[in-house]
């Protein structure tokens, strides 16, 4: 099973807004609703702020926004801080020989 | 406050065994589901495995490419979960973390395979 597909880096100014994808194949994103989003600071474990393809954890800010269409799933962040530095992963349910596949990474830089 | 404790990581040399253990709070874990995840020095994440409750029958999966040489386990009773990793490679060097299936994230142990 292959890594899901996500840019290398994005960026943006403070206040702009982002949006990283995360392909994947009919065997995964497109089969199932179950995509996930972590944010990983630098040094940090990652922490969920995305699951089941758009909902948020508690305490998770609403300017983080997911969705998905077909085998791609997207995150954007809006009003960029300069906290949501970091680097983000997607993640989704492979089935039951597969299980979760992880997205290769994205760096988010905010000039 | 749901809390995960990883213990065990180190400096192991390639063909050895390691086993690390993660000490869970601050949730029932018997009925939680429990998988690991490793990130390589600079790498991405990847899903090594999980096993489920032993209400819904504590079974094991794992990833693919390490199938065969980690196990899983569980402890209800010390609200714990090993993992056991053996034939160890220069290339399962990696921060292992233990989580609620994906949900919470412990803050690692570090594994360094290395002669």
């Known amino acids: 099973q292959s890594a899901l597909t996500q840019p290398r880096s994005v960026s943006g100014s403070p206040g702009q807004s982002v949006t990283i994808s995360c392909t994947g194949t009919t065997s995964d994103i497109g089969r199932y609703d179950y995509v996930s989003w972590y944010q990983q600071l630098p040094g940090k474990a990652p922490k969920l702020i995305v699951y089941d393809v758009y909902k948020r954890p508690s305490g998770v800010p609403d300017r983080f926004s997911a969705s998905k269409s077909g085998n791609t799933a997207s995150l954007t962040i809006s009003g960029l801080l300069t906290e949501d530095e970091g680097d983000y992963y997607c993640c989704s349910y492979g089935g039951l020989s597969v299980v979760y596949v992880f997205g290769t990474g994205t760096t988010v830089s905010v000039l | 406050e749901v809390q995960l404790v990883e213990s065990g990581g180190g400096l192991v040399k390639p063909g050895g065994s390691l086993r690390l253990s993660c000490e869970a709070s601050g949730f029932t874990f018997s009925k939680a589901w429990m998988s690991w995840v490793r990130q390589a020095p600079g790498k991405g994440l990847e899903w090594v495995g999980r096993?489920?409750?032993?209400?819904?029958?504590?079974?094991?999966q794992y990833a693919a490419p390490l199938k065969g040489r980690v196990s899983i386990s569980r402890d209800d009773s010390k609200s714990t979960v090993d993992l056991q990793i053996n034939s160890l490679r220069v290339d399962d060097t990696a921060v292992y973390y233990c989580t609620t299936d994906l949900t919470f994230w412990g803050h690692g142990s570090l594994v360094i395979v290395s002669s």
């Open positions: 096993i489920v409750s032993s209400a819904d029958g504590g079974a094991t």
